[in-house]
């Protein structure tokens, strides 16, 4: 004799249905998160792929304005955003050529500030991931608590232990523990892959902001920084003054 999903869930006690619902609840709202979020960092990858080799191709050729209108296009790409912050700090006085240490001070910081906020965009929505992947099990266990406390009822009210009496009951338990695992497992999973792919946007977005403020760094000292946060810019001997700690 075969039991169908529908049965089991006309047997159900509305307990056991109010569980079911909220598992359904979070596994629409972690799975609308991931497609949302899995659709943006798409698209800021697919246009860092054409924005980074472009960008490095400019610096390279020293070609700051090409440079500039390339970012203002990609609006998509962490690395543009990113970068765009430092531009714009420094956009009037590299037309001007007088771009000085303070002035890249400026833009460093100008980096800093938009990666935050780039990283902070980009991790919006993982705390629902991992809250849904954490309690989901849970919600199912709680469910699982009732359908057993039922299968005793069952087993209280026929007198027997027979599994007609604790089938119904041993059925909830079941489903609502499987129900539990299946919201939870894709979640968890979900945002495992996001802050891996995060780590990874971040690493390529901190790998040109160096670039760029390397290039800034060459055109007033002559010489690389030896860290991008920590970098002391010795100007002493070229105009007397004394050094200026980035």
Known sequence: MQISLLDMWHDMMWFAKGIVFILLFMSIWSMSVFVKKWWELRKAQAETRKFAPE????????????????????????????????????????????????????????????????????????????????????????????????????????????????????????????????????AVWAFNYFQVKIENLAAEMTYTSKEFIDYLIRGVSGEYGRSRFTREFNTAASSGTEPIAG
């Open 55 to 186: 960008f490095s191709q400019f610096l390279e050729e020293d070609n700051i304005t090409e440079a500039i209108n390339l970012s203002e296009r990609y609006k998509r790409s962490h690395v543009a955003r990113v970068l765009g912050g430092a531009l714009s700090e420094v956009k009037p006085l590299i037309q001007d050529g007088s771009v000085g240490v303070n002035d890249i001070n400026s833009a460093e910081r100008a980096v800093e500030r938009e990666m935050l906020m780039t990283l902070t965009d980009m991790k919006r929505g993982n705390g629902i991931l991992a809250t849904v992947g954490a309690t989901a099990p849970f919600v199912g266990l709680l469910g699982t608590t009732m359908g057993i406390v039922n299968a005793f009822q069952g087993m209280a009210v026929s007198g027997s232990g027979g599994i007609g009496a604790i089938s119904a009951g041993v059925s909830e338990a079941l489903i609502t523990t499987a129900f539990g695992l299946l919201v939870a497992i894709p």
